[in-house]
C-alpha cells in the first residue's frame, strides 16, 4: 500500500516522466525504511559506545577503521553492482547491517573489539551507497534530477524524522541495547520492496577502471571528500558532543527528540532546494548553503541547552541540504557523461571519500590520546567547517554552462 501511494504522489509530481514509476516509487521505499531503521540508532552510537566503556581514542579508531574498510568495500561493491546489480547488492548490504545490530546489541555481554563492529558496519554501508547512485543516477530524469532528489530527501527525512524518535523512546524506557532490536526488524521489512521488480541496470558489465579520466574528475573527487568529512562530523562528532557536554537527565530520549524536530522543520525545504537544483542558481545556492553551514561550526562549541541544540540542528538541516541537493545532482550528471563508466566513477568517489574520512577520523583518534574529549570535538568542528567550504571546488559540468540573459 506504501508503495502504490507513492507511486501515485510520483505521478502528478513526475508528470514528465513515461517510465520507471516503479523502479523509482520501490527505490524511495526501500531506502524510506533503511533510513528508519538505521537512524534509530545511528545518533546514538557514539554515546552509548562511550556508556560501555569504550575510550574516546577507541570510539574515533571505530570510525577510522569503519572508513578503511568502506574505501576497500567501495572497489569491491562496484564489481558487485556490475555483475549481480544494485537490487541483489542492497540485499547483501541489508545482510550485513542486520550482522552488525546484533553485535551492537550484545555490545553489553560481550563488549567486542572495535574492529569487529566495523567490519560489516563499513561494508554495509559501501554495498548500499555504491549500489543506491548508481540506480538513482539511472532511473533519474536528467533535466529534472533536483525534484525527483527532492523527493528523496523529503522521504528520507520521514525516516530521519521516526527514527530518532522512535530509538529515543525505546532507549529511554527499555535501554539502549533495544534499539539495535528494533533496527534489525526495520532492516528486515526494507528488503521486501526491492523484490518487486527486475534489476534497472545491465548486469554481468566489466569494470574498466583504467579508463577512468581522474584528471577531468580531480575536482569532483576532493570536493566530495570535503563533502563526506563534513557529513560524518556533523553527523557523528556534533552528536557526541551534545550527548556528553549539553544533555542532562534522559539523553536518549532528549537526543532523539531534538534531531526529530529538526528534520521535521526542514522536510519542506527539501523539496523546495530539489526544484532550484534544476533552475540556473543551482551552483550559487551551493555555494551560499557551504558556506552559511562552515558558519555553524564556529558556534557549535559554545552551544550549552537543548535550544541552542535545536537552533543549531534545525539551521543545519536547511542549510547542508542546499549544497548537498545540488551536489549530488551534478554528480549524477557526471556520471551520465562517462558511458560505460557510471559504475567506476561512482566507486571512485565513494572510496576517495571514505579514504578521506578515514583519514580524518584516525587523526582524531591519535589527538584523543594527547587531549581530552572536549578539546578534540571542537577540532573536528573545526575541520567540519573548512571541509564545509572545500565543497565549493566542484566544476560539475551541468553548472559550467552560461544562462542566456
Known amino acids: ?95 550485513l547491517q542486520i550482522i552488525t545490530a546484533a553485535l551492537l546489541l550484545s555490545v553489553p555481554n560481550r563488549h567486542w573489539h572495535i574492529v569487529i563492529l566495523a567490519l560489516p558496519f563499513g561494508a554495509s554501508a559501501s554495498f548500499f551507497f555504491i549500489a543506491y547512485h548508481v540506480v538513482f543516477s539511472k532511473i533519474k530524469h536528467t533535466a529534472k534530477a533536483g525534484s525527483e532528489l527532492g523527493h528523496m530527501q523529503a522521504f528520507e527525512k520521514v525516516g530521519y524524522l521516526i527514527g530518532p524518535f522512535v530509538g529515543g523512546v525505546i532507549g529511554s524506557v527499555l535501554g539502549p541495547r533495544y534499539i539495535f532490536l528494533a533496527a534489525t526488524v526495520l532492516l528486515f521489512a526494507s528488503l521486501v520492496p526491492l523484490f518487486q521488480t527486475a534489476e534497472p541496470v545491465k548486469v554481468h558489465q566489466k569494470l574498466r577502471f583504467k579508463e577512468l579520466p581522474v584528471d577531468k574528475i580531480k575536482r569532483d573527487l576532493f570536493a566530495n571528500a570535503c563533502l563526506g568529512i563534513e557529513n560524518t562530523l556533523c553527523i557523528n562528532a556534533w552528536a557526541f558532543y551534545v550527548a556528553v557536554f549539553v544533555l542532562t537527565g534522559s539523553v536518549y530520549a532528549q537526543l532523539g527528540s531534538l534531531t526529530a524536530l529538526a528534520v521535521l522543520v526542514s522536510i519542506l525545504s527539501a523539496k523546495l532546494i530539489g526544484r532550484l537544483s534544476d533552475t540556473q542558481y543551482a551552483r550559487r545556492i551551493l555555494r551560499v548553503g557551504a558556506i552559511l553551514n562552515a558558519l555553524t561550526y564556529i558556534v557549535r562549541p559554545w552551544i550549552n541547552s537543548l535550544w541552542g541544540v535545536f537552533a543549531v540542528n534545525t539551521a543545519n538541516e536547511a542549510i547542508t541540504a542546499a549544497y548537498r541537493m545540488p551536489f549530488m545532482k551534478g554528480m549524477y550528471a557526471a556520471a551520465d557523461d562517462l558511458p560505460g563508466l557510471r559504475i567506476v566513477y561512482i566507486s571512485s568517489m565513494e572510496a576517495s571519500d571514505s579514504i578521506a574520512k578515514a583519514t580524518v577520523w584516525l587523526m582524531l583518534a591519535i589527538l584523543a590520546g594527547a587531549f581530552d574529549l572536549r578539546t578534540v570535538l571542537i577540532i573536528s568542528f573545526a575541520i567540519a567547517g573548512l571541509a564545509s567550504l572545500g565543497v565549493m571546488r566542484e566544476r560539475f559540468a551541468v553548472y559550467n554552462v552560461r544562462q542566456k540573459a
Open 1 to 95: 500500500m506504501l508503495k502504490t501511494n507513492i507511486e501515485k504522489i510520483l505521478r502528478r509530481s513526475h508528470f514528465w516522466r513515461d517510465v520507471g514509476f516503479s523502479e523509482l516509487s520501490e527505490l524511495y521505499v526501500s531506502n524510506m525504511l533503511r533510513v528508519v531503521a538505521l537512524s534509530t540508532f545511528m545518533v546514538f552510537l557514539p554515546f552509548f559506545l562511550w556508556q560501555q566503556q569504550y575510550s574516546a581514542p577507541a570510539i574515533f579508531a571505530f570510525y577510522g577503521v569503519f572508513f578503511v574498510v568502506r574505501a576497500v568495500s567501495d572497489i569491491s561493491a562496484g564489481y558487485f553492482v556490475a555483475r549481480y546489480g544494485p537490487k541483489h547488492t542492497m540485499i547483501i548490504s541489508c545482510i
